[in-house]
């Protein structure tokens, strides 16, 4: 389960959010490329934007469901 308090700096505010246990597969982009990108070290990626459509909230859903380190949360 991702950790809230070690979320990447470089999110958006808002409920979702990538937290320090990235590790870089990528997988997430596939599923969400409108709404994660890499850090600017590209160590890792976070939340460029919120999802603000259903769709959007849907591809949220499914890069928090294939991240293999869980560093995919959800406040909400």
Request: proline fraction near 7%; hydrophobic fraction near 35%; aromatic fraction near 6%.
């Amino acid at each position: 389960m991702a950790d809230k308090l070690s979320k990447q700096s470089e999110n958006a505010p808002g409920q979702w959010y990538v937290d320090t246990s990235c590790a870089l597969c990528r997988l997430c982009l596939e599923e969400a490329p409108n709404l994660l990108t890499y850090n600017h070290d590209e160590t890792a990626v976070h939340f460029l934007k919120q999802p603000e459509t259903p769709e959007e909230t849907a591809a949220a859903q499914r890069a928090m469901d294939v991240c293999p380190t869980l560093a995919i949360g959800n406040d909400g």
